[in-house]
């Protein structure tokens, strides 16, 4: 019944690609496609070699560490993501935060599942904390976007989403608007914790990109603070840990 249901929702409200946002026909959906035959290799995925503490991808293999994590300690133990940001995903999440794409979420998650259940299996992760929006922001959006990874990677693995654990007390600037040094000040007191009355002792933060990892640092922070003992993260995206030419 539950498969029916979800074939009928389908049928009569088709998802799209999360690349190209072309309609999935029941045909490719049927089979299990969440991507059209078309866009199935447009993605890049994240590979190795990677930086061992934040997972950006590394040109060189005998190096260990990215040039932010050169330059800055993470209090998260480590962190993983599933692509490169590049065209095409910088054009989905686009999509998926700011034109109601809100269906893509499915695919992320899974893809996130996928490719690092067993690493987070491995890190015995009691609990998914996807990175909280400000009030207004989220007013604006009408949703989380890495709420809404976390769910689908939830539903994939098991583990509980603890959406209210953690929450933005002040309505920060866009990251993507600043430099390195403007990223840390903008993000500082910018997160709080709520009372972790079922003690999680390991924490997945999610969240959709991941750049210097301001955001992913100051909110382990506060989860450590409130009692956490170690804090993982993963993003659907991240950048490069290199300079390219």
């Known amino acids: 019944m539950k498969i029916y249901m979800e074939n009928l929702t389908h049928l009569l409200f088709p998802p799209r690609c999360p690349f190209c946002d072309k309609v999935l026909f029941s045909s490719v959906f049927l089979q299990q496609q969440w991507v059209c035959p078309a866009c199935v290799g447009k993605p890049e995925y994240v590979q190795e070699p990677v930086c061992k503490k934040c997972g950006k991808p590394l040109e060189d293999q005998r190096k260990e560490y990215c040039y932010d994590c050169k330059k800055q300690k993470h209090i998260f133990r480590q ?110 007191k910018a997160f709080k914790t709520k009372a972790n009355k079922v003690q999680l002792d390991h924490i997945l933060l999610i969240d959709d990109i991941y750049t210097t990892g301001s955001t992913m640092n100051e909110a382990a922070d506060q989860l450590r603070k409130s009692g956490t003992d170690e804090v993982y993260c993963l993003s659907l995206s991240i950048g490069r840990g290199y300079q390219e030419e």
């Open 79 to 188: 962190g993983k993501a599933l692509w490169v940001y590049q065209k095409e995903t910088r054009s989905s999440i686009y999509r998926f935060k700011y034109q109601g794409r809100q269906e893509y979420a499915h695919y992320y998650g899974r893809e996130l599942a996928q490719k690092y259940g067993a690493w987070i299996e491995k890190c015995q992760i009691d609990g998914l904390v996807p990175i909280p929006l400000s009030r207004k922001r989220q007013w604006q959006r009408g949703f989380n976007q890495a709420a809404l990874i976390a769910k689908e990677v939830s539903r994939q693995t098991g583990i509980p989403v603890y959406e209210d654990l953690l929450v933005r007390v002040r309505n920060t600037r866009a990251q993507k608007e600043l430099n390195d040094e403007e990223r840390k000040n903008n993000l500082k």
